[in-house]
């Protein structure tokens, strides 16, 4: 069983109750697992036995530096040219199953847990030649380039990045992260943030950078804007800029998230 959510579609009975978690504001979007059904999902253009469910795309108004998808690839499918925009750099995490990666002609076999950068213009392709399913997040940003820095594609896994402790958390409150945040050739950090049972964020986070919050495991109970809300397992968070956020986590396990978010640039405005 993976250690990581992935949604598994269906269709719930005619005698559900239509009431959920799912809600849309102007500072934030939850969307709850139990709304990754099989209607909602989309095919993308060139790939084969593959559907996503997109839960993030640039909105005037609202977030707009990225995308984010769940994809599934069935026994046998997967693409030979998944990013059609040369200037789109990319992260995928795999959630379940396993994949092979062709990044810039060296083959990687993921399995759970494994973590890519996709650098843009980066020449890659996936296939499923297992018998399962594969399930990835499929995070997707528009580079922006830095003079005298260049973004490199680099293949790793969860399992081999030692979480880094918040300061003064004593380990309660942990990141995973993937890159070097000083590292000004990455202008996107994708990360695991990892809380112990009863950590919290102990103020109200409001800042610049734009997330995507995908719950991998456990629960725990959500500030965004003026609002609390329970969150598990499967549900994604989608903040705008300076949406106020902070959490309890809730136990009895560990609550982890895949988190996005834009850095590293300065502000445009011409």
Known sequence: MSNYFYPEGGLPPQT?????????????????????????????????????????????????????????????GGSRKPEPEAGVEGVIFLTKGQLDLTLDGELHHLEEGGYAYLAAGAAW????????????????????????????????????????????????WATTRFVDPDDLAHDMHVNIVTF?????????????????????????????????VEVEAGDFMWLRAFCPQACYAGGPGKFRYLLYKDVNRQIRLT
Request: charged share 25%; aromatic share 10%; hydrophobic share 40%.
């Open 196 to 228: 112990e049972p009863g950590a919290s964020i102990p103020f109200a986070e409001t800042h610049v950078m734009e997330h995507g919050l995908f719950v991998l495991e456990g629960k725990a109970v959500y500030r965004l804007n003026d609002d609390w």
């Open 16 to 76: 559900q109750l239509l009431t959920d978690r799912a809600i849309v504001k102007e500072a934030y979007t939850v969307i709850p697992k139990g709304v990754l059904r099989d209607i909602v999902t989309s095919n993308l253009p060139g790939w084969d036995n593959t559907r996503s469910w997109i839960i993030a795309r640039p909105i005037a108004g609202f977030a707009t530096t990225f995308s984010q998808l769940i994809v599934e690839v069935g026994p046998g």
């Open 125 to 172: 392709s996936v296939k499923n030649d297992s018998s399962g399913i594969a399930s990835f997040q499929w995070i997707r940003k528009a580079y922006e380039p830095l003079e005298g820095y260049e973004a490199k594609s680099f293949v790793t896994r969860d399992q081999d990045v030692e979480p880094r402790p918040m300061p003064g958390t004593n380990g309660a």
